[in-house]
């Protein structure tokens, strides 16, 4: 896995927010959509889009692509065959990622998705599924925030083939933090509760089924290990070329977090280094945190 430091955009040109506009309406669309229905709660987030693009209104492509979505909407609903012409419109319409590589605009699509995916408030088993499908088919994201955060929570909550209220609530947790905009009361009522993030549990924020590799790659290992104290995990590394660190740092490459940990951490407390790594995924460094098992799987398909 190729790793390279993948910089945030501080702000946005005209241009760029146009682009990153045409993204997210084609997410929330693929989103609101990704269960096989339609319904009227979730196709009124897109009347909140053509509100936010006010500022844009007279500059291409909105003159051409707000009509066509409040068109769609002047019934109140939007059917498949009105939802598939503006998904052609905002693939045609778009510069082509002129402004973005091809991982920035698929993660903007995605957080297009997750708002799309909770615009009625209510995230289903079917739509968990639709969108780890999704995930399924867009891989080249992996290694990218919020993607394996994503991947390894939706595994969690899909070992059972069932959203229960308490996944749903994580799941709604965890979605919120991608929306950039919605006029959801029940999104808005979400964050207004205090107690929610202090109730929530997250299964797990290490990549599935990561592919690791040990030369010039920088390790950095948190937690309790079930199998090796600290120095032998170190030498492992060192023995296949890598380096290992104690500390997290902007040049590393893998935290591996120790399988002794309680899986069960409270989301605002996995642990000093694994929320420090999680930052700087959100900032954009393409480091990627792996469990111990997976690690370990990875020194044994590398031994002589």
Known sequence: MAHSDHKPYIGFTKPQRVDRAVHTLEGILKGIAIDGQLLPAECRELTNWCDDQRELLTQHPFTELVPKVQAALADGAISSEEQADILWLCRNLS??????????????????????????????????????????????????????????????VLRDGKVDAQEQSLLKDFFEDFISYSLSKSIEQARRDANIKKQMRLPGVCAVCP??????????????????????????????????????????????????????????????????????????????????????????????
């Open 211 to 304: 592919v690791i590799e040990f030369t010039d790659h920088v390790f950095c290992f948190t937690g309790a290990s079930t199998r090796a104290v600290r120095r032998d995990i170190a030498e492992q590394i060192v023995r296949r070329r890598g380096v290992f660190k104690d500390t997290v740092s902007l040049d590393l490459h893998y935290l591996v977090v120790g399988a002794a940990g309680n899986p069960c951490w409270a989301f605002s407390c996995y642990g000093r280094k694994v929320e420090q790594a999680v930052a700087f995924r959100r900032d954009g460094h393409r480091l990627t945190i792996v469990h111990e098992h997976d690690f370990w799987d990875a020194i044994q398909d590398t031994s002589a």
């Open 95 to 156: 510069s082509g990622s002129i402004y973005y590589d091809e991982v920035t605009t698929d993660i903007q699509v995605l957080h297009g998705i997750l708002h799309g995916i909770l615009a009625d408030g209510v995230i289903t088993a079917e739509e968990a599924k639709g969108l780890s499908e999704w995930m399924d088919a867009n891989s080249h994201l992996r290694g990218s925030y919020p993607f394996d955060e994503l991947d390894s929570l939706l595994t969690t």
